[in-house]
């Protein structure tokens, strides 16, 4: 790191709050704040212990333009493992971007993107894995979803790592020590240990990559479509489960002839809802057109809601309909159970498994529905705390990871050599340290951190 450049920004949101923070960070931090900051006892920021808080004015161009609490953090006990000062004043677009002129005026020059969390990293606050849990904190839009982040975050996903990482280290170590030093006293290699160790670290790896999908439904969420005939209560059945009037509903067939598009949460799944025309066949143009649209949307969708009128019998639209829940992972919802049943269930039971009976119109099923979103997204069985993948550049790294130790086992399978295997375990080893960031370019560190806002 530059320790001659100090970096400040606006950590909090832009617009109108109770408070707005300004942070500084580098060598400079407290004397560039005493730049801008007027302390009511006179005590210069500079002077003063880490963890400690003074109260005074900002004075930008000899004019006062705010009260304001300055909090001073010394590294390395601080967020970027630097001298940090941040000033809270105001909340207000105005007067935030005042107060940072003011510290850009003294010395300190614009943070880039994600540069504050760049910089713990790469000061060895965090791995690149917590730093990533960062940004998964503040866009998360479920409890799971930030209870996983905050998880990784806390290291948990690192120690996962670790473990079989430093297995991995210590039998490339005696593998290496056993070859070379031959004349010592070092315990005999055999072929049933290094079996042993592959085995464990393919089973957590195979592990981490099983919850992978589950962690991205809780955190990216699921392309959903509702669909089916019309005046089945698709419109309905999105307003339950949105709990907005988000879609117009009528008797009037065919009422909803575009797609509408909401995100929602159900249970521990973040659903990205499409409520499509209803299906069938008809002769209106604009209708035919939100037919044809609902259809192809149900073609890429990662989960159908397919609904069903309990008080009608099945109809071609409805068969269709099924034919095309084969295509992919589906929930039958059976609606207007509060009415007289006259649908042949055992039909939708042949090939749909998962089934839910509701009364959309009368606020029931939103539960039930929930339960079978769980199980078709794996997350009844994810437990945020062992840590789990946040994202593609991590997968990659433990599929690429467990594809290594694989052609170790392999190679010692088909009786090559020891150093053939000790070749494929440490591309393991290598796969899994790119992934923390103890191996890492700076075209991965600026993928990971581009994303980031730039307060943080």
């Given at each position: 790191m530059d320790d001659n450049k100090t970096i400040a920004a606006i950590s909090?949101?832009?617009?109108?709050?109770?408070?707005?923070v300004i942070r500084i960070s580098g060598s400079r931090s407290a004397e560039i704040a005493d730049k801008v900051f007027r302390n009511i006892n006179s005590k210069k920021l500079a002077d003063m212990r880490g963890y400690t808080a003074a109260f005074g004015k900002i004075v930008y161009n000899d004019e006062e333009l705010d009260e304001a609490v300055a909090l001073v953090f010394?590294?390395?006990?601080?967020?970027?493992?630097?001298?940090?000062?941040?000033?809270?004043?105001?909340?207000?677009?105005?007067?935030?971007?005042?107060?940072?002129?003011?510290?850009?005026?003294?010395g300190a020059?614009?943070?880039?993107?994600?540069?504050?969390t760049k910089r713990a990293f790469l000061n060895g606050k965090i791995d690149l894995t917590e730093a990533e849990a960062v940004i998964d904190i503040i866009t998360a839009k479920s409890r799971c979803a930030a209870r996983s982040a905050m998880f990784v975050k806390e290291g948990a996903l690192r120690k996962r790592i670790s473990s079989v990482k430093d297995e991995l280290l210590a039998l490339i170590a005696h593998l290496s020590a056993w070859a070379d030093y031959p004349e010592e006293d070092i315990a005999e290699v055999d072929d049933e240990m290094i079996f042993s160790v592959c085995d464990k670290a393919t089973n957590e790896l195979e592990k981490l990559l099983s919850s992978y999908d589950a962690g991205q439904a809780v955190?990216?969420?699921?392309?959903?479509?509702?669909?089916?005939?019309?005046?089945?209560?698709?419109?309905?059945?999105?307003?339950l489960l949105s709990g907005s009037e988000k879609s117009i509903v009528t008797d009037?067939?065919?009422?909803?002839?575009?797609?509408?598009?909401?995100?929602?949460?159900?249970?521990?799944?973040?659903?990205?809802?499409?409520?499509?025309?209803?299906?069938?066949?008809?002769?209106?143009?604009?209708?035919?057109?939100?037919?044809?649209?609902?259809?192809?949307?149900?073609?890429?969708?990662?989960?159908?809601?397919?609904?069903?009128?309990?008080?009608q019998t099945l109809g071609e639209d409805d068969y269709e309909l099924l034919e095309l829940s084969a295509q992919v992972p589906s929930i039958a919802v059976i609606n207007k159970t509060d009415l007289e049943n006259k649908l042949d269930?055992?039909?939708?039971?042949?090939?749909?498994?998962?089934?839910?009976?509701?009364?959309?119109?009368?606020?029931?099923?939103?539960?039930?529905?929930?339960?079978?979103?769980?199980?078709?997204?794996?997350?009844?069985?994810?437990?945020?705390?062992?840590?789990?993948?946040?994202?593609?550049?991590?997968?990659?790294?433990?599929?690429?990871?467990?594809?290594?130790?694989?052609e170790a086992r392999e190679a010692l399978s088909f009786g090559m050599t020891y150093d053939a295997v000790t070749v494929s375990l440490e591309d393991a080893v290598s796969e899994l340290s790119e992934m923390t960031g103890e191996k890492t370019s700076d075209e991965v560190l600026d993928r990971v951190f581009h994303n980031f806002c730039v307060g943080k």
């Amino acid at each position: 790191m530059d320790d001659n450049k100090t970096i400040a920004a606006i950590s909090t949101a832009q617009g109108e709050g109770g408070i707005g923070v300004i942070r500084i960070s580098g060598s400079r931090s407290a004397e560039i704040a005493d730049k801008v900051f007027r302390n009511i006892n006179s005590k210069k920021l500079a002077d003063m212990r880490g963890y400690t808080a003074a109260f005074g004015k900002i004075v930008y161009n000899d004019e006062e333009l705010d009260e304001a609490v300055a909090l001073v953090f010394r590294a390395p006990h601080s967020y970027t493992g630097e001298d940090v000062v941040e000033i809270s004043c105001h909340g207000g677009v105005y007067i935030t971007k005042q107060v940072l002129r003011a510290v850009l005026d003294a010395g300190a020059v614009p943070a880039q993107a994600g540069e504050f969390t760049k910089r713990a990293f790469l000061n060895g606050k965090i791995d690149l894995t917590e730093a990533e849990a960062v940004i998964d904190i503040i866009t998360a839009k479920s409890r799971c979803a930030a209870r996983s982040a905050m998880f990784v975050k806390e290291g948990a996903l690192r120690k996962r790592i670790s473990s079989v990482k430093d297995e991995l280290l210590a039998l490339i170590a005696h593998l290496s020590a056993w070859a070379d030093y031959p004349e010592e006293d070092i315990a005999e290699v055999d072929d049933e240990m290094i079996f042993s160790v592959c085995d464990k670290a393919t089973n957590e790896l195979e592990k981490l990559l099983s919850s992978y999908d589950a962690g991205q439904a809780v955190k990216q969420g699921i392309d959903t479509v509702i669909a089916g005939r019309p005046n089945v209560g698709k419109s309905t059945l999105m307003n339950l489960l949105s709990g907005s009037e988000k879609s117009i509903v009528t008797d009037i067939p065919g009422t909803t002839r575009d797609v509408v598009e909401e995100t929602v949460v159900v249970g521990d799944v973040i659903l990205r809802l499409s409520d499509t025309a209803g299906l069938r066949n008809t002769d209106d143009a604009v209708e035919k057109i939100g037919v044809d649209r609902a259809k192809k949307r149900l073609e890429q969708c990662g989960l159908l809601i397919a609904v069903f009128d309990n008080s009608q019998t099945l109809g071609e639209d409805d068969y269709e309909l099924l034919e095309l829940s084969a295509q992919v992972p589906s929930i039958a919802v059976i609606n207007k159970t509060d009415l007289e049943n006259k649908l042949d269930i055992d039909k939708i039971k042949y090939k749909i498994d998962n089934i839910v009976y509701i009364s959309a119109a009368n606020g029931e099923g939103r539960e039930e529905i929930a339960a079978a979103v769980e199980k078709i997204a794996g997350t009844t069985k994810l437990n945020p705390s062992e840590g789990i993948l946040s994202n593609e550049r991590q997968r990659s790294n433990v599929a690429g990871a467990l594809r290594s130790v694989k052609e170790a086992r392999e190679a010692l399978s088909f009786g090559m050599t020891y150093d053939a295997v000790t070749v494929s375990l440490e591309d393991a080893v290598s796969e899994l340290s790119e992934m923390t960031g103890e191996k890492t370019s700076d075209e991965v560190l600026d993928r990971v951190f581009h994303n980031f806002c730039v307060g943080k």
